[in-house]
């Protein structure tokens, strides 16, 4: 089980990569575990929370969540 400094540099890593090649967060993670050689399943699991929600942000836009009803503002 990965500690929260483990998840945090993780994510941290991923967002600033995400940022600098100018691509999704989905997109780096899927591109960081081809490179790596990383298991999907293990990249999610050192993941924080802040960068799920991001992840789960860009997928309900790229519909691949169904889409949740927001308040308006």
């Given at each position: 089980?990965?500690?929260?400094?483990?998840?945090?540099?993780?994510?941290?890593?991923?967002?600033?990569?995400?940022?600098?090649?100018?691509?999704?967060?989905?997109?780096?993670?899927?591109?960081?575990?081809?490179?790596?050689?990383?298991e999907?399943?293990v990249?999610?699991?050192?993941l924080?929370?802040?960068?799920?929600?991001?992840?789960?942000?860009?997928?309900?836009?790229?519909?691949?969540?169904?889409?949740?009803?927001?308040?308006?503002?």
């Open positions: 089980m990965p500690t929260r400094d483990e998840k945090d540099k993780f994510s941290l890593m991923i967002e600033e990569e995400a940022r600098k090649l100018n691509v999704s967060h989905i997109e780096m993670i899927v591109e960081y575990c081809e490179r790596s050689g990383m999907m399943e990249a999610g699991s050192l924080n929370s802040v960068l799920k929600g991001k992840i789960e942000l860009e997928a309900r836009e790229l519909r691949y969540l169904p889409k949740q009803s927001m308040l308006p503002i």
